[in-house]
């Protein structure tokens, strides 16, 4: 934690307290980088900040800090949405190209996946080249035609 000297002009000016009386807790709230009550009158107690003023012991805040409010604020999950196009296997399929860091023992650098949409199975297709994509798309096509008729 750092110390914070508030007997210095800069830090005791009017443009710092907006006009309010120096020791109202809610301007020392947020001075001190929004922390609860508690730990403020802590700071206080243990003269952890020099020029702190004396906080009474029901001394609370008469404003709700909106920072603090939209800082607790949390959002609600998703619903679980299934992005399901289609409605019968392979009837649509994704395919993506992904490479790799190392190559295979085979020299494999590059994989093309293709990802049946309906029941998520996937074939993984090893290449060399990326140039190879197209000739095994056109084999899983042939194959699918098959597997269709």
């Known amino acids: 934690m750092f110390t914070l000297d508030v007997n210095m002009p800069e830090v005791n000016s009017m443009l710092f307290t907006h006009g309010k009386r120096a020791g109202d807790i809610g301007i020392w709230h947020k001075?001190?980088?929004?922390?609860?009550?508690?730990?403020?009158?802590?700071?206080?107690?243990?003269?952890?900040?020099?020029?702190?003023?004396?906080?009474?012991i029901k001394e609370v805040m008469l404003e709700v800090c909106e920072a603090c409010q939209l800082g607790k604020q949390a959002r609600h999950p998703f619903l679980a949405q299934t992005t399901h196009v289609s409605f019968k296997p392979l009837e649509m399929i994704r395919l993506d190209v992904w490479t790799t860091k190392t190559k295979s023992i085979g020299g494999c650098k590059y994989y093309v996946s293709f990802i049946d949409d309906h029941t998520r199975k996937v074939w993984v297709y090893f290449m060399k080249h990326k140039s190879e994509v197209f000739p095994h798309f056109l084999n899983f096509k042939k194959w699918w035609r098959r597997r269709r008729v």
């Open 31 to 56: 001075r001190a980088g929004h922390v609860n009550l508690q730990c403020l009158k802590l700071m206080e107690k243990q003269n952890l900040v020099g020029g702190l003023p004396k906080f009474g």
